[in-house]
């Protein structure tokens, strides 16, 4: 039998409900109302970290929250983003990847536990690195003609901070510019892939500049090239890969991205969307980051979901053609 709620009842419940709007709504618009933490996937010192400790003190001082920062390397920067992914939707856990955990690691990593493409939102992209290609120095390689000329009559390895990393994806599309070949090494991470460089280990790598620069004023390594388009300011006397194979086109940079799990209120996401556009815009914090070789963006979410889809269809080739796996 059914029983029609009474117009008295009706009235009611319309009336408990609004009263209800208000406290719902003031319960988003309190975010945040306790710390929050921000995950990198990679060790401390990196592009990823540089740029997300700068972000978070300066998002804390917005939010006038603590924004708690969290190393959490492996699996290509994937176990960082695997735990938002897998986290509450809520805005207090929060990652910094670079654009790798969603263009390529999908491919590569075979026993991901979450879909980086569908389980987390890309909220804003906060800066763009790039690699130098370096050589210990014994090797006697000096420039990018050098180095083609040696790998074509001499068997020569690279080291990488892993499979589908920055790294590796630079090297690659070098390789596959000059037309030769050299054999990867893959290593847990940049650091032991920078000391496999400079103990003779490996031949060369790209690396991120900031960490290897160092090692170069010192002697220990060679700088033949940087992976993008524009010199670096730390280094404007090493060429860019596009001048020294004289292909001006090639720009082999990659992106870090603020990102959050999918579900997360719309209010806190466009919250966060306008604090990165603000942030990574003042002139104190671009000139942080060039110090370190990095390029200041926050753009918009929309800009950011287009990049990821851009630079999916530009790297899924190439792991595809040299078939990338790792566990």
Not at 67 to 93: F, M, Q
């Amino acid at each position: 039998m059914n029983i029609r709620p009474s117009p008295r009842t009706l009235a009611a419940t319309a009336l408990a409900a609004l009263f209800l709007l208000p406290v719902a709504a003031a319960a988003q618009a309190a975010w945040p109302a306790k710390p929050i933490r921000m995950l990198v996937g990679s060790p401390p010192g990196g592009p990823s970290d540089i740029v997300t400790r700068l972000f978070a003190e300066h998002l804390s001082q917005r939010l006038k929250q603590p924004v708690l920062v969290e190393n959490r390397p492996g699996v290509g920067n994937s176990l960082a983003a695997g735990v938002v992914a897998k986290g509450e939707a809520d805005g207090y856990t929060l990652v910094v990847s670079p654009d790798t955990v969603v263009t390529v690691n999908p491919l590569v990593y075979t026993k991901l536990n979450f879909d980086a493409r569908s389980e987390l939102v890309n909220v804003s992209i906060l800066a763009q690195f790039t690699q130098m290609l370096v050589c210990n120095a014994g090797k006697n390689l000096h420039t990018v003609p050098d180095l083609v000329a040696r790998a074509k009559t001499t068997r020569m390895n690279y080291a990488s901070g892993g499979p589908g990393v920055p790294g590796h994806l630079a090297a690659e599309m070098f390789l596959q510019s000059a037309g030769v070949k050299m054999e990867h090494i893959p290593y847990r991470g940049p650091a032991p892939a920078t000391l496999a460089v400079l103990s003779g280990e490996a031949d060369c790598g790209f690396l991120a500049t900031p960490t290897v620069l160092p090692h170069v004023k010192a002697g220990k390594l060679s700088a033949l090239a940087v992976s993008s388009r524009e010199p670096s300011p730390l280094a404007p006397e090493v060429p860019t890969l596009a001048k020294a194979l004289n292909q001006p086109a090639l720009d082999v940079s990659f992106k870090l991205v603020l990102q959050a799990a999918k579900g997360t209120p719309a209010p806190v996401l466009a919250e966060l969307e306008r604090a990165a556009g603000d942030i990574m815009k003042r002139p104190e914090v671009r000139a942080k980051l060039q110090a370190s070789d990095l390029v200041s963006i926050g753009g918009s979410s929309q800009e950011a979901e287009a990049v990821m889809k851009a630079e999916t269809a530009r790297w899924e080739p190439v792991v595809r053609r040299l078939d990338i796996k790792s566990e």
